[in-house]
């Protein structure tokens, strides 16, 4: 009779078949979501998960600040009490200036007009982000389906190429100055002041900022064109336009989502500098854009007037930008796993 060899004990055991009620059975891992692994590899960059809790912190603080913060931020006091709240400082300042014109009831101070600064940070806030976010929207359906047209069609290639190229040799801040001029005033009568200049912005930050994922997206579909499995679906029939949803649409998401993230940050800048210039909304229709010019009369004397908007435009910019770099790494399928 021999003896069982005993295992090494630097030797794992090697998984087999175990016995389960006098029937075998194989141990395997139960098989997971594409979206998990996503949210894995999304894990990892540490970059992206501190700019996604910035953009979801200043989100959460500009759409839900107002609802808990109850100041009206285009409120004007009158007799007594606009002297006694114009031009107050932050109460931050007290700490080094015990002299600064302070009030607990204002933690950001107010303007030369006595407006309650922390509101109309939060409504500036909400007002360029909903820019943001409109305008990249509409930039993305505009390139995504300009790009996929442009690479799975060839007859459509030439001449949407070279429309994307004129619009790339377009000065685009200039055409966008001329633009709100000629139609600020009927799109105001239309939708009324605020609404006609958000659809005024929207439409032009959109119509504008488009070509650079329609290039992007267009060299993919070309890739793509000439895989296995759609020159497969092609062999069997399938039409245009389900191979396209089906097969080309989900294997170019990650440089959409790219791009999309990249759309919100490009939009709420050229919004802000629209308003900056004075281009923007109305003077009394506070952004960050807007808060930002009316700062720089009085920066000396009051710098947070400016600073303050102009943090919150940078911290935002930034946050969406490592946020979509961390989504280019989760999503991608080349990089995931490594």
């Not at 009620?21 to 999304?42: C, I, N, Y």
């Not at 006595?114 to 929207?137: E, H, N, P, Q, Y």
């Not at 509409?138 to 996929?148: M, S």
């Not at 040799?169 to 609404?195: C, K, M, N, Y």
């Amino acid at each position: 009779m021999t003896e069982p060899v005993p295992s090494s004990p630097l030797q794992d055991p090697v998984p087999g078949p175990v016995s389960v009620d006098g029937e075998s059975a194989v141990l395997t891992k139960p098989p997971r979501s594409q979206w998990s692994e996503v949210w894995d590899q999304f894990k990892t960059h540490k970059g992206a998960l501190f700019g996604a809790f910035i953009f979801l912190f200043i989100s959460l603080g500009v759409f839900i600040g107002p609802l808990l913060w109850r100041v009206d931020p285009t409120f004007l006091p009158q007799g007594r009490d606009f002297l006694n709240l114009r031009d107050t400082r932050p109460i931050y300042v007290a700490l080094w200036d015990s002299g600064a014109k302070v009030n607990w009831a204002h933690p950001l101070g107010t303007d030369n007009l006595g407006r309650d600064t922390l509101a109309r940070l939060m409504f500036g806030g909400r007002v360029s982000i909903a820019v943001g976010l409109t305008a990249m929207v509409l930039a993305l359906f505009l390139g995504t389906a300009v790009g996929v047209l442009a690479g799975y069609f060839r007859r459509l290639d030439g001449p949407l190429m070279r429309l994307t190229d004129l619009f790339l040799a377009l000065p685009l801040l200039p055409l966008i100055l001329v633009a709100s001029l000629l139609f600020r005033d009927p799109l105001a009568a239309s939708f009324g002041t605020e609404g006609g200049i958000f659809i005024l912005i929207v439409a032009l930050i959109g119509i504008t900022s488009w070509m650079q994922t329609a290039r992007i997206v267009r060299g993919d579909v070309l890739a793509l064109k000439e895989r296995e499995f759609v020159l497969a679906a092609k062999s069997i029939g399938t039409k245009p336009g389900a191979l396209i949803s089906r097969h080309m649409l989900p294997n170019i998401l990650s440089p959409i989502m790219v791009s999309a993230t990249l759309g919100i940050a490009t939009a709420i800048i050229t919004e802000s500098a629209l308003s900056f210039l004075g281009f923007g909304f109305p003077p009394d229709f506070p952004t960050w854009g807007r808060l930002l010019n009316d700062g720089v009369d009085r920066l000396v004397s009051y710098p947070e007037r400016s600073v303050l908007p102009g943090i919150l435009i940078s911290l935002v910019v930034l946050s969406v930008n490592y946020l979509g770099d961390g989504l280019r790494d989760a999503l991608d399928p080349r990089i995931r796993g490594r």
